[in-house]
């Protein structure tokens, strides 16, 4: 192990010239920008440093899941895989940027740019960890593979269909998750699972065409029409009042109550991040932890209607769209609270509010009691001096898509420092992390070979 | 008389050419755009059919007014005003254009483009009417001015100012107003009165900087935070809800009512036209005439948070921005409207709400029984066959600053087509109406020189 944490320290600079590599090649799910140029590319990557890897296709229109492959002399028996992404989020507002956010630019101890770390940074520790060890041993001390896929930032609309297709060429005995957050006090989070999500889009559509505000007194707004739906989704306080919409959701067993107690969370650098005083209804302490890992939401991710540009314009107009993200918690089915959704949009007459369906997915929790929790701990011990559990992050990913097609436990562990800008402008990776998660990963393959 | 109108029937394509020559020059207040090049171009234009001109100026920033002026040899004692503007509205949504907005395209009895109904299509027909006269009688009936703002799509922020700088200048014994509506029975609309205007924006800042939409659970959503506010301002009836706000409201007169009565308003093509079932609250007949001449309403012009492009993306937003114009009638004070609007935000807790006010205007109206509506009731019965009396337009405008400042009655008759879709993509003016409108003010000239 001394001569593969060795090689990680002395070949830092070649994981930074990869990772701006990464980032100066753009990959927008959302507007199916440079998809299939950066899968090609992280393809090159992986058998650069000495991982098989080909490139795994769906139907036409369908992103490419890149596959990457190294089988252990030694332990063949055991499968460690690790789940990546190689889209990102769009980059826009782009005035708010200080550097082009496909640059990666290097500033100090950050590196800048659209998916550096959401989620191009994880991907670069994982690769060079596996590379650390092939280089200096000839080996791995267990089969490795890499599922990294395209879609993961307009909702991992596919994976479950790579899954269920490709489920023999993906086996394996515990999943790394394609995240991992290292919190203000440099400790990284062990993260025990995900919320689920159903992102949607309302829209009201008359009149046909954009009209003279003068009408209004005749003619009805959509956006008032829209807002007047949307204030009946929740109420001020954020409860969600959709019939039914909180019947499945089940409260935390006392273990989860107590690692939730455990967990560190500091709300004065938080509130100070994002220039705010208080929390949603002035929460507090627990009741915050216990928000981030169990609590659903209803959130607006955007809102267009009319004329938004410079100055006044009087126009009546002539639709009001809405984005909207409801995060879900185990147990609730995103199929079954869309038609929750649909059913209470009609049975308050609102009919005329069009639908759009963009994605579900359901949440997920891995057992803290199952080794493999423990083998990660001892990784994050070891290379980061500490390690917090948490019980559920607060975002979403496919991990039930993985957790019950490939029947293996998820635990997420990663570079990424709490406050690194993801989704939003300035993004950033911090150097430090990067190194120190690469020689976590090595520990992490170490330990599972001998598990 | 009978030159006068061959003149202006045999010179027709010369208006049409020379309305092109306007609509081409793009002269959009909201962006600042091409604004003193319009203003030297109409006064150009006014020079070429014989009417003195000059570029008045107040402050740096401030849009010149273009003034005309022709004194009558025989009748220099009475003066009528035309009051027009050469800017317009911004001409978004572009990819909602047939052609070119900018373009002036003819196509059949059509011209298209921004600007060719409001209002460089009325100012061409008021310009060649003088023409013809000045061509064929080297005089004119009565005193002739032009007063052409640069800043009615904005809100005629300066016309006021304006109006008391150069009172001595712009004095005068009647005004025509800068538009005029011909119904879809071909009527001229003859116009007693417009609404008043108060146009502001209102926006929620926080947090400082877009977040992962999974922080929705602690943090905040903006967009909601402003559709709390805005539910709080009117019910979904369209009544407002802020305290005083229909205080000065007045009920119509009875010879108001009679007017309405008599009012024509074709409910099924209107309903057609803008693809409607049914207006606000089901409203027919006379309700739906009373609600154009005297409801105030509460519009949302523009509503921008998020993310609102292409496909899913899970943000929380920073901010949250809305325009709303409130239409006012006469006796309520858009001071005071505002103030009122200002004092409700800050009792429903709303005190985070950022308000930016960008202008008030109030409402007008002319007494019916003014000489001047039998001139040009007289004028519109010579050219067009018969007439149609308004009480007052849905639409804003500074009447009340011409009426109270110039002492002066004022009457909106023109050429825009009910359905010319101003303020809208593909407006466009009727060569017929510009023609006959053309007619019809060379008759409003010469009756009022016989007053």
């Known amino acids: 192990m001394k001569d593969v944490l060795r090689y990680v320290r002395d070949n830092s600079d070649d994981l930074i010239a990869d990772l701006q590599r990464l980032i100066r090649q753009p990959s927008v799910s959302a507007k199916n920008e440079g998809i299939e140029e950066c899968a090609l590319l992280v ?34 028996k055991q499968t460690l895989l690790f789940y990546n992404h190689y889209d990102v989020q769009p980059a826009e507002p782009f005035d708010l940027w200080d550097d082009d956010p496909f640059s990666g630019t290097v500033r100090g101890n950050r590196i800048f740019g659209r998916g550096s770390a959401d989620d191009k940074g994880e991907l670069i520790t994982r690769i060079k960890a596996v590379e650390a060890f092939l280089k200096t041993t000839g080996d791995v001390p267990c089969n490795i593979k890499f599922v990294i896929e395209g879609e993961e930032e307009t909702g991992s609309a596919n994976i479950e269909r790579y899954l269920k297709k490709f489920k023999k060429k993906f086996e394996c005995d515990a999943v790394i998750w394609e995240f991992g957050y290292v919190d203000s006090k440099d400790r990284p989070v062990i993260g025990l699972g995900m919320k689920g999500l159903l992102y949607v889009e309302l829209s009201a559509r008359e009149p046909v065409r954009d009209a003279h505000s003068s009408l209004a007194v005749i ?18 306080s954020g409860r969600i009042l959709i019939d039914g919409w909180y019947d499945e959701v089940e409260k935390f067993s006392k273990t989860d109550l107590k690692l939730l107690a455990d967990e560190p969370f500091d709300e004065v650098a938080f509130k100070k991040e994002y220039g705010i005083s208080e929390f949603v209804n002035s929460k507090k302490g627990l009741d915050v932890k216990k928000a981030l890992a169990g609590d659903p939401t209803c959130n607006i991710a955007g809102f267009l209607s009319g004329y938004t540009q410079q100055g006044a314009k009087t126009v009546l107009p002539s639709s009001a769209t809405v984005k909207i993200d409801f995060r879900l918690v185990p147990k609730m089915d995103p199929k079954k609270q869309f038609a929750r959704l649909q059913k209470h949009l009609r049975k308050n007459g609102f009919s005329d509010i069009g639908i759009k369906l963009y994605h579900g997915e359901a949440a997920s929790r891995t057992d803290p009691s199952d080794p493999f929790v423990a083998q990660v701990k001892a990784a994050a011990k070891a290379s980061f001096g500490s390690y917090v559990i948490n019980v559920s992050n607060a975002g979403t990913g496919p991990m039930h898509s993985f957790a019950s097609v490939l029947g293996a436990p998820c635990l997420s562990i990663g570079s990424t420092y709490i406050f690194s800008r993801i989704h939003s402008p300035n993004e950033f990776a911090r150097i430090d992390l990067l190194k120190k998660t690469t020689q976590c990963m090595c520990h992490i393959l170490n330990n599972f070979s001998h598990a």
Chains 1, 2 share one sequence.
């Open 43 to 76: 393809s090159r990557m992986l058998k650069k440093s000495g991982i098989n890897s080909q490139v795994l296709r769906l139907n036409k229109g369908v992103a490419p899941v890149v596959f990457g492959e190294v089988m252990s002399k030694k332990n063949p």
């Open 219 to 236: 003619i009805k707004n959509p956006a008032w029409r829209l807002i007047d739906a949307l204030k009946t989704l929740r109420d001020s």
